[in-house]
């Protein structure tokens, strides 16, 4: 695949043909050979310790919202309780 890795019709029958020997589908392969060159910088792309940033980020956002959520109706509630005159 190193030697492959300049000539794009080369690649491609490389990872054809350590697909099969590997039994990996060769467009799996030629993904994950793609993105471990958008790791190493050599090609542009969004790299793995990106993706896996991005999608913590995305996690955390998810997770605030959701306890903004429970906070604005606890808040709410407890307006609601304050505004009840009591006897």
Do not use: Y
């Not at 050599?42 to 429970?70: F, M």
């Amino acid at each position: 695949m190193i030697d492959a890795k300049k000539d794009e019709s080369t690649r491609s029958g490389a990872c054809r043909r350590i697909g099969e020997q590997l039994g990996i589908n060769p467009e799996t392969l030629r993904g994950w050979v793609m993105q471990t060159e958008i790791d190493a910088g050599d090609r542009a792309g969004t790299t793995t310790s990106d993706a896996q940033r991005l999608a913590d980020l995305e996690k955390e956002v998810r997770e605030l919202r959701r306890a903004n959520a429970i906070l604005r109706s606890a808040s709410a509630f407890f307006a609601a309780e304050l505004d009840r005159p009591s006897h």
